[in-house]
């Protein structure tokens, strides 16, 4: 059974930093991209970037870029979102996402809220 859970989520001031992060079960992690969406209040919810398996790649939304960082460990099958110089308009929900084949799954979400 896939599995993904976020953490690492909450309450940070402007220019701030959190890591979330998200484990994942149920599959081969090394073999598979993983990606973090978010989703604000009212908005869709939007890719935040993604690294290709074997953390070969990353890339991100011109949003976040040069600010936020996705890593990975395959030892611990967890990915990793770092957020630098956090401002208020990063407040989401972020969800950490798998395509496996067929297949799409999603973490539960974690709260991200930046205050001003």
């Known amino acids: 059974q896939v599995q993904l859970v976020e953490s690492g989520g909450g309450l940070v001031q402007s220019g701030g930093s959190l890591r979330l992060s998200c484990a994942a079960s149920?599959?081969?992690?090394?073999?598979?991209?993983m990606n973090w969406y978010r989703q604000a209040p009212g908005k869709e919810r939007e890719l935040v970037g993604f690294?290709?398996?074997?953390?070969?790649?990353?890339n991100y939304a011109d949003s976040v870029k040069g600010r936020f960082t996705i890593s990975i460990d395959n030892a611990k099958n967890e990915v990793y979102l770092q957020m630098d110089s956090l401002k208020p308009e990063d407040t989401a929900v972020y969800y950490c996402?798998?395509?496996?084949?067929?297949?799409?799954?999603w973490g539960q979400g974690t709260q991200v809220t930046v205050s001003s």
């Open positions: 690294i290709t398996s074997a953390g070969a790649s990353t």
């Open positions: 149920g599959f081969t992690f090394s073999a598979y991209g």
């Open positions: 996402n798998a395509f496996l084949g067929r297949y799409v799954y």
